[in-house]
Protein backbone atom coordinates (compact mmCIF):
# COMPACT_ATOMS: atom_id res chain seq x y z
CA UNK A 1 0.00 0.00 0.00
CA UNK A 2 2.85 2.53 0.67
CA UNK A 3 5.00 1.64 -2.64
CA UNK A 4 1.58 2.45 -4.25
CA UNK A 5 1.25 5.66 -2.53
CA UNK A 6 4.64 6.51 -3.18
CA UNK A 7 4.17 5.87 -6.83
CA UNK A 8 0.68 8.25 -6.64
CA UNK A 9 2.78 11.06 -4.78
CA UNK A 10 5.17 11.37 -7.67
CA UNK A 11 2.90 11.44 -10.16
CA UNK A 12 2.03 15.56 -11.11
CA UNK A 13 -1.13 16.16 -9.10
CA UNK A 14 -2.94 17.74 -11.59
CA UNK A 15 -2.75 14.51 -13.96
CA UNK A 16 -4.35 12.59 -10.92
CA UNK A 17 -7.10 15.13 -10.92
CA UNK A 18 -7.51 14.97 -14.70
CA UNK A 19 -8.30 11.45 -14.53
CA UNK A 20 -10.36 11.82 -11.86
CA UNK A 21 -12.53 14.71 -13.77
CA UNK A 22 -12.60 12.39 -16.46
CA UNK A 23 -14.00 9.55 -14.13
CA UNK A 24 -16.70 11.44 -13.04
CA UNK A 25 -17.70 12.62 -16.61
CA UNK A 26 -17.73 8.86 -17.39
CA UNK A 27 -19.67 7.97 -14.57
CA UNK A 28 -22.25 10.70 -15.36
CA UNK A 29 -22.46 9.69 -18.97
CA UNK A 30 -23.04 6.27 -18.09
CA UNK A 31 -25.77 7.24 -15.65
CA UNK A 32 -27.06 9.06 -18.41
CA UNK A 33 -26.89 6.28 -21.03
CA UNK A 34 -28.85 4.01 -18.46
CA UNK A 35 -31.56 6.86 -17.75
CA UNK A 36 -32.31 6.73 -21.94
CA UNK A 37 -32.13 3.28 -21.98
Not at 2 to 16: C, F, H, S
Amino acid sequence: FNQLKNDGLEQPRWYGFHRYLLHVQLCIIMHNFEFLL
